[in-house]
DNA sequence: CTCTAATCGAGACGGTACGTCGCGTCTTACG
DNA sequence: CGTAAGACGCGACGTACCGTCTCGATTAGAG
């Protein structure tokens, strides 16, 4: 059968097999576009990868863990991007370079934001920006370190996710100045006194 | 007659709170103290409310609307308590008032915003507050009305559940003026202007 | 204590309602006819009978006690006409009786024969012909009184159940016919010789 | 034959008794001994069986399934037994060999015949009688061959009933004579004059 | 005719079993 | 070997019905 032959061409792409985690990521992704995450079963998961049952726990232990994997990898990504932000250099420009890169991947983040895995994804990027926070401490702001972080990435989470839920959304430009005025300045700003 | 009367009073409309509801409830905020949301089971609410499984489900169709019931009701407080904020009349006192009324309760809004409810209760608060903008819109802002109440409250629950989850708690007042400066004065500040 | 003089009143306390009994029998006479007894619930029973749901339990402990009543009166009355048999005097003219009986009542006994009940129906029968034959003992048969009995009465029944199920029925006279040579006269053949 | 080449014999279609469709049946049997199907649970089932509850689901829709699956097998085999008598060929024997058989296994057909599962045995009984009546049709008797099955075959299972119940039982010779003479004869029975 | 007490309807409740669903483990055959 | 296929133990879910109970409303008999 063809089968036999086919197997001749099968090459070892699946050598420590970056083919399956790959296809889990992607399924999981596409259905995060339709449902959210706790009504995805590793069934569908593992059918819409094309990937044995089983096979999912030799990658992973949990539906969780690939929901991490998937998010870490993600805002991996995105917090090297907007690092500078925290570094307080250009803190308009990073914001611009985080919207335009969401704008581009809008497909992928819409999912990530607004799919039910906002939680997942939201721990994650505290996750790291507490770490970050610990390598470059700043003392002397006017609020704690971790509230900080906590509360911009928060934030910006919520801001992202609403705007890639919109129907007409706004421009790039426009929900960096959103999110510089929102999460950004108001951290910064020196003086508490009155506005 | 009497039927008419007796029916206006009979028919179970008001079928308020027999009990089983308050002890529904009390046992659901019990747990939430101990174990995130999605770890606690139908059995171990009812087996601590004292109350019949089955029972259970004869006022709330899921452990969800449960949860959902008890957050409508405390964020409902929670709301009319801070709606001034949104009339903008006199915000820092508002935010003084929230921070108090939590730090009163907080053994509650501990449970409730650091147990695994939390997304419930944005959920509910942002639909009342999203309810409330309905009433009364304000439309000269340099902000998408909707957005800016995403913001407000998902920050505001951010920062409250950071404040509760806090060894040595700042005061109240202290995080009034945090949250004043954080979730309110952003939105409000008039010019988009350089800072 | 008021126990005392209560318990004076209380005599004929139960026999209010006799129409809450006909009713039931009634509904539950009726639902027979429409599907198995085991799929017929006390709720429904009570609904078809117009009757508050507790009351069923005010005047039987269960659901089947309701049949056993049902079927105790219903089988009492055949019993009585078809006592002859058992005494052989003549048996032919019994059956004839019994047919034309049951062929009155057809709905009633096709509801108990094929409805789900039969098998109380027959344990009924059961109890009570057996208490007949402890009260007119005939020894000298070649085979034991109860299994005489139980054969008879079992094939009684599933003979009249098989009548009424016909889209077709026989008549009643050829039913008491076969009845009597397949039910009866096994049972009195003297010799047990060859045929 | 195909079968004799493949594998796919292997396939699922055999997909038979993987020990668990065994345990369950002997699970069932079992407390078919000690107590009235009805009280039986799937749960006991499954715990007598060692195996988990949710997979007696995968193999039987219910509970009543399982007692089909059980009830077809062991009548498949008595029937088979005993379809001589229906052939008239030679029914003193034939039912000789039926009591032999169930005298043999008289645990298992006591359990089956005496424990609440008897009116299931009977519709399996029943049907497959029915279905070997299509087959062999006899239009010049002086009943209805579904008639005259239902008969004996009703009657038949009751006296065995009878005889596995005795403190004392009678010999399977001396059953074969009795079940003979009340279920064998009377349908056989040419003339349906006087006796 | 009124007062009192029993009864009835309505239905909430505790409880038991059901049948379903999904997880994560494990086995088996295959390429 | 690793993989596809899928059976299995487990445990929570939500449903259905049972039999008990409480609560007003109704009604009948005693005064």
């Not at 790959?22 to 995805?40: K, V, Y």
């Not at 250009?90 to 999912?111: F, I």
Request: proline share 4%; glycine share 6%; net charge positive.
């Amino acid at each position: 059968m063809n089968q036999s032959i086919a197997k001749g061409v099968r090459n070892r792409a699946a050598r420590g097999a970056p083919r399956t985690q790959t296809a889990l990521r992607g399924a999981l992704l596409a259905l995060l576009e339709e449902q959210s995450l706790e009504r995805i079963t590793v069934r569908e998961i593992t059918a819409r990868a094309g990937v044995g049952y089983a096979t999912f726990f030799r990658r992973y232990p949990d539906k969780d863990a690939l929901l991490h994997d998937l998010a870490a990898s993600e805002i991996g990504n995105l917090l090297t991007m907007t690092l500078p932000i925290f570094h307080a250099t250009d803190t308009v420009a990073s914001t611009r370079v985080l919207c335009a890169y969401v704008w581009e991947h809008r497909a992928l983040w819409k999912a990530l934001l607004t799919g039910g895995a906002a939680a997942v994804l939201k721990d994650e990027y505290l996750r790291l920006a507490l770490n970050e926070l610990e390598r470059h401490r700043n003392p002397d702001s006017w609020l704690p370190g971790d509230l900080a972080v906590t509360f911009s990435v928060t934030s910006t989470l919520e801001i992202l996710a609403w705007w890639l839920k919109q129907g007409d959304p706004p421009s790039a430009q426009h929900m960096a100045e959103v999110l510089e005025r929102l999460t950004v300045r108001p951290i910064l700003a020196r003086d508490a006194g009155t506005r």
